[in-house]
């Protein structure tokens, strides 16, 4: 059967007595050639394993099959189960379900790449898990996410986010393709982009994850204001303390939290979290 067709995506659901949850944000890709750039983007090699969330209908993970993989899927949806492993009922042996939320959801040991086409509002946590909290990240992390979210995530440099530099903290991020709401069903509301992420062997710092994402959130908490101020605030302290801080460590207190580098917010974490160190 093949998936992307609607047809036949249809007539499966039917069977089950199924339809995509919109609590779940389920929105099921049928776009042949959204699926095969995906898979490029993968760069599959026969026998590796694959983590996928939110299989839904096996849209995609039919694909990462055919393509050699081993799937590990992590699929909240009970009620979809059925129609999942019907769709990958000829690869038998090469898939592995798991019925439970991601963010509960253990990484295999090893190596393994992650490709889904996730639920959008769960973008930022799934990034968190992978990135920022798990011992064992993926070495390639390939998502379709919300057009405005990945665009925001591969922002050049001065015009960063706290996302954007959670994200480059670990890898590099590409837009490999955008993505036409039609080329979902149901179809939603916003356009969808295919994000590509490669993993470094180390995150560019030092510190704990924690430590540093902690540092990202106060320098964030108001980005269009000036960091001397905003520092301030969250730390309680005079603003000519801050101003001094971050003189000293050749930051100017009237950039925006978005013109600061990695090493500079390293730096800054080290300053004002150093209790936690």
């Not at 992307?4 to 499966?12: A, K, P, V």
């Not at 699929?75 to 059925?82: A, F, R, S, W």
């Not at 000036?226 to 801050?242: D, H, Q, W, Y």
């Not at 001094?244 to 930051?251: A, D, H, R, V």
Request: hydrophobic letters at 45%; aromatic letters at 8%.
């Amino acid at each position: 059967m093949n998936l992307t067709n609607f047809s036949d995506l249809r007539d499966l659901l039917k069977k089950y007595g199924v339809w995509a949850k919109k609590r779940l944000g389920q929105n099921f890709l049928v776009d042949a050639e959204v699926l095969a750039q995906i898979i490029a983007a993968a760069e599959i090699e026969l026998g590796e394993t694959i983590v996928e969330i939110g299989p839904g209908p096996g849209v995609l993970t039919q694909a990462l099959l055919r393509a050699g993989a081993k799937v590990e899927a992590v699929e909240l949806d009970t009620d979809i189960l059925p129609v999942l492993k019907e769709a990958a009922r000829a690869y038998k042996g090469f898939l592995t379900i798991y019925n439970t939320h991601v963010l509960s959801f253990n990484p295999p040991e090893g190596n393994y790449k992650l490709v889904a086409n996730i639920p959008y509002y769960l973008t930022s946590p799934i990034l968190r898990k992978f990135l920022n909290e798990v011992s064992n990240r993926p070495t390639r992390v390939v998502l379709l996410v919300q057009k405005e979210v990945a665009e925001k995530i591969c922002e050049p440099a001065g015009r960063d986010s706290h996302l954007s530099l959670m994200v480059k903290a670990y890898g590099a991020p590409k837009i490999v393709a955008l993505v036409k709401a039609e080329s979902f069903y149901p179809v939603p509301k916003v356009d969808s982009a295919i994000l590509q992420i490669d993993l470094f062997s180390q995150p560019l710092f030092s510190l704990p994850p924690k430590i540093f994402e902690e540092m990202l959130f106060a320098g964030f908490a108001e980005p269009r204001k000036k960091l001397g101020n905003v520092l301030s605030r969250k730390f309680s302290m005079p603003a000519t303390e801050i101003r001094t801080i971050l003189e000293k460590n050749g930051i100017s207190p009237d950039l925006r939290a978005q013109n600061l580098s990695i090493p500079e917010w390293e730096k800054l974490a080290k300053v004002f979290l150093a209790k936690y160190l």
